[in-house]
């Protein structure tokens, strides 16, 4: 049998190693296209903050782990699929045939379309190469401009600081990590940041990017203001990559769309990661929820189905645990709120503490907090576990400090 899996990420990565253990004389291939040891982009934030050196992003440390597996690992990017043959077109013009096809192809940055986007000093920080080049930059005073204040924006910030650059941050929407917090909280995190030696600047973006004459940049914004920087970064989100399905007959909407065995349209092809779009376990909604914990269990899943044995997932779950400067905030499921919901909430401005639940009927659905790290586990599991509240929901309205005694009186009756 022929499996070959485009992306090295933890998706990939897991089913690669899920499928050896299945089928030891099976042929498999890993497409990894940045051609260099598979890594976890995860990490990408402790290498910047000088914590762990490159080696410590790979998402296996063993030197010899895939050649002892034979995992084939191949240099190249897969251009597109042919799903009437089962081939893979690569990027060097060759074709790769395939039995059972893994998508872990991930996610890619986004990019502002405006004038002066692709000048040499604008980046991401989604890539080892684009951490040389921050870190290429790296003495103190180096005037940064970030456009973008999301959870990537927001969790490279530590790193940014310790090289002691010149940081401003531009948010388009008002609210710092907007996605996964509410205004009180957003607010709560910027006023944190700004203590720090942060600039942050709300309601504004970049407009268009040129070059100076000794080389820097200039960034103008919202308003005509001329912003002076060394480097800019991008960092508006990312997308599900799937360009390189177009014509392949795979049915793409916001991602891969896959069914509970996380297997496509096409029979024989499946995908996993960031790329996937499945059901989110708490709204029901279809989603891409680009975190890895879902990459790793969708990629275990999609191997057993390959394998021919019979896995299926219970839907995506959308959580985030962010450390920015030292304050860590969370979010978990339907953070946000359900028609026909209701929500508890506390405030302490003074020490930075913050914690926001969701309800609907009997049920936690959602949670967002800033401060409280001691309830992470237990929020979790309230909301994923879909746990009867019972007499604890009106407790919880009036309090949602109580969440760890709600969790311990209400356990036994999590859904299965």
Not at 56 to 82: C, F, M, N
Not at 192 to 220: P, R
Request: proline fraction near 4%; hydrophobic fraction near 40%.
């Amino acid at each position: 049998m022929r499996h070959v899996i485009i992306g090295a990420g933890p998706a990939g990565i897991v089913g690669a190693e899920t499928l050896r253990k299945g089928d030891p004389s099976a042929d498999i291939t890993i497409l990894n296209g940045e051609k260099i040891p598979p890594y976890s982009r995860m990490a990408i934030p402790y290498l910047l903050n000088q914590e762990i050196d490159e080696a410590g992003t790979y998402l296996r440390k063993d030197p010899g782990h895939y050649e002892r597996l034979r995992l084939k690992l191949v240099d190249q990017l897969a251009t597109s699929i042919d799903t009437a043959n089962r081939t893979v077109k690569l990027d060097n013009g060759q074709s790769l045939p395939y039995d059972r096809l893994l998508i872990a192809a991930g996610s890619v940055p986004s990019f502002q379309k405006i004038p002066g986007i692709d000048l040499p000093g604008v980046h991401a920080c989604w890539t080892l190469a684009d951490v040389h080049a921050i870190t290429a930059r790296a003495k103190p005073g180096t005037r940064i401009v970030q456009m973008g204040a999301g959870f990537c924006g927001c969790i490279i910030i530590q790193g940014l600081l310790g090289y002691k650059f010149d940081l401003t941050i531009l948010v388009r929407s008002g609210r710092m990590v907007s996605r996964m917090m509410t205004p009180t909280a957003s607010a709560m995190m910027k006023r944190w940041c700004e203590s720090k030696g942060v600039k942050v600047v709300v309601n504004t973006q970049s407009e268009k990017i040129t070059q100076a004459a000794d080389g820097s940049l200039e960034v103008t914004v919202t308003g005509g203001q001329v912003l002076p920087a060394d480097l800019f970064l991008s960092l508006v989100g990312v997308n599900a990559n799937t360009g390189f399905l177009a014509g392949s007959g795979i049915n793409v909407n916001w991602g891969v769309v896959v069914d509970e065995t996380m297997q496509t349209n096409v029979p024989g092809v499946y995908a996993a990661g960031d790329v996937a779009e499945f059901t989110d376990c708490v709204t029901g909604d279809r989603t891409t929820n680009a975190i890895q914990p879902n990459a790793v269990d969708q990629g275990r899943i999609a191997a057993h189905n390959m394998l021919g044995q019979q896995d299926s997932s219970r839907g995506s779950f959308a959580f985030n645990v962010l450390n920015t400067l030292g304050l860590i905030s969370c979010s978990f499921g339907a953070w946000g709120g359900v028609p026909g919901g209701e929500a508890s909430e506390l405030v302490d401005e003074e020490r930075y503490r913050y914690l926001h639940l969701e309800f609907k009927d009997d049920y936690l659905v959602g949670a967002c907090g800033v401060g409280f790290t001691d309830h992470i586990g237990v929020l979790r599991g309230l909301i994923e576990g879909k746990v009867e509240l019972g007499e604890w929901k009106q407790r919880l309205l009036r309090d949602p400090t109580r969440i760890v005694e709600a969790h311990l009186a209400r356990s036994q009756y999590a859904l299965v």
